[in-house]
């Protein structure tokens, strides 16, 4: 039976800030290609997120981006207007019919966005009724880029959007050409630069990492070194003294948080704190690392449950390049680290490694290359990996506010 799964792609603006969430339909049979019928793909998302579980626990509060089919702007679902962009394919002709369809929904209020234009785009006539407007940058040549950007501004002010932006550079060559919102995971990849030393204060941080990730540390060194950060120590007051860990009593003390947190959970929280200080990387990043952290844990939960906190652990070790700006290599090389986290992050190999390949693909909807059949083998089918996914979301999102 067809197995129907959702993700998301986050959308940024200039200052690396959530505005919204894309919305993605995709199945996990190999046989059904990697996208189904439109109006089913659509309806599919649409039900999932707004019925099945609230979208503010889908978007985290934000917009949904959500492509519409001919048929969809014809018939739309009920659904709220306030959280919802409709976003018109390029493969939708302007007939008369869907002119009217889009001006009929954008007189209700509905924000209308229009994707993958072009300088030959056929939807050049529905530019009156859109507040977005898509571009796909890797398909428009850098040369023709601002004089699309200046063809589309004189015909109406509109909200531009870069999609499927993935370096650092892309991100700034759009922003410097008159775009507003990205959408891509460029925020989540390292912008290596040879011979750039690291920052004082990054690298604060990573030897605070490796002390507590220091199999030869005690407890009581973990404890002293966390209670000299006054920074730190709020963040694990905060966090332990948090609704999700349901104290009846406060914890006032950094020793009995780290009592309650027990060792290899302390380490995991310490380090994921640590990182939540570094100034210049957005919240974003911060929620991916949190998502893949707790997915990673959830999926360990089915096929090896005594090693929940490692799978974490490695989760949030997956982003430490996008973190630092080092390649992944780099870093873990000053790292003491056992020889399963070290071949699950660089190799992908081992059943931690798995959980990562499979939570690294589902992030970015690449469900077809997916490695079910060994994820069936050991418990696990689509359905259940599309709720930790969404299961982590709402985690993350708790948890997420603790950046400060």
């Known amino acids: 039976m067809e197995q129907i799964l959702l993700a998301r792609q986050p959308i940024v603006d200039a200052s690396l800030e959530i505005v919204g969430y894309e919305l993605l339909f995709r199945s996990n049979d190999p046989a059904a290609g990697p996208i189904l019928d439109g109006d089913k793909a659509t309806s599919v998302v649409l039900l999932n997120a707004f019925t099945e579980k609230s979208i503010q626990e889908v978007t985290s509060g934000h917009l949904a981006f959500v492509n519409f089919t001919e048929q969809l702007l014809m018939e739309p679902p009920p659904f709220p207007k306030d959280l919802l962009v409709i976003e018109i394919l390029e493969s939708v002709e302007s007939t008369k019919e869907v002119c009217e369809a889009v001006a009929r929904l954008a007189k209700r209020g509905y924000t209308i966005a229009l994707d993958d234009y072009d300088l030959h785009s056929k939807q050049e006539v529905l530019l ?61 990849k390292p912008e290596i630069v040879t011979g750039r030393k690291m920052p004082q204060s990054k690298l604060a941080v990573l030897r605070l990492i490796a002390m507590v990730q220091n199999p030869d540390a005690s407890f009581d060194q973990i404890v002293k070194t966390i209670a000299s950060d006054p920074p730190l120590s709020v963040k694990l007051l905060q966090l332990i003294n948090s609704i999700s860990f349901r104290r009846p009593q406060p914890i006032d003390s950094i020793h009995k948080a780290a009592v309650l947190l027990g060792l290899e959970q302390l380490r995991a929280w310490v380090m994921l704190l640590a990182l939540s200080g570094i100034e210049d990387k957005p919240k974003a990043l911060i929620v991916i690392a949190l998502i893949r952290a707790r997915m990673c844990e959830q999926i360990a939960a089915t096929i090896e449950p005594d090693k929940r906190d490692t799978y974490f652990t490695i989760g949030l070790f997956s982003t430490l ?28 190999e081992g059943k931690a490694g798995l959980a990562l390949i499979t939570v690294r693909l589902y992030e970015r909807c690449d469900m077809q290359n997916i490695p079910w059949a060994q994820l069936e083998e050991l418990g696990l089918n689509g359905p259940a990996i599309s709720k930790l996914y969404r299961d982590s979301i709402v985690w993350a999102d708790e948890r997420s506010s603790l950046k400060t």
Request: charged share 30%; aromatic share 12%.
């Open 321 to 348: 390049d996008a973190f630092f700006d080092r390649t992944i290599e780099e870093i873990l090389s000053k790292l003491p680290l056992s020889t399963m986290v070290i071949d699950a992050l660089l190799r992908g």
């Open 128 to 188: 009156e009724y859109a507040s977005i407007v898509k571009l796909e940058f890797p398909a428009i040549q850098k040369g023709a880029f601002k004089g699309l950007v200046d063809k589309i501004r004189k015909r109406k002010k509109v909200r531009l959007l870069a999609e499927k932006i993935e370096t650092h550079d892309d991100f700034e060559f759009c922003l410097n050409n008159g775009c507003e919102l990205f959408q891509g995971y460029f925020f989540s």
